[in-house]
């Protein structure tokens, strides 16, 4: 079992950066694939971006390759996405999540087995 806890979000304005964490409790943190999704007011849960157990495959959403960075600390237990060049409609809530191995799909949510409760991510104009 494994509890993921998110912190780092915040107001920036356009053009900003934030660095989002996720800390994990649990001894098993690198058997886990770990991504980030996000949810806007009216849309459905969209993937950001995800990394491998080892840290090795790195996975991203169009939308924001080039901008965010994901990055692991398997000694830490945490998982990290860098936000630069951030835009209006970055603006969502973040949620850190984390996979078994079994039936893994890095963009689809719905094969993620532990979730976070959330961050708030507003980017103004």
């Known amino acids: 079992q494994v509890q993921l806890v998110e912190s780092g979000g915040g107001l920036v304005q356009a053009g900003g950066s934030l660095r989002l964490s996720c800390a994990a409790s649990g001894r098993t943190f690198s058997s886990y694939a770990m991504g980030w999704f996000r949810q806007a007011p009216g849309k459905e849960r969209e993937f950001v971006a995800a990394i491998s157990r080892s840290g090795v495959n790195t996975y991203y959403a169009d939308s924001v390759k080039g901008r965010f960075t994901i990055s692991r600390d398997n000694a830490k237990n945490t998982v990290a996405l860098q936000m630069n060049s951030l835009k209006p409609e970055d603006t969502a809530v973040y949620y850190c999540?984390?996979?078994?191995?079994?039936?893994?799909?890095?963009?689809?949510?719905?094969?993620?087995?532990?979730w976070g409760q959330g961050t708030q991510v507003t980017v103004s104009s």
């Open positions: 999540a984390a996979a078994a191995i079994r039936a893994y799909s890095p963009r689809d949510y719905r094969t993620y087995d532990y």
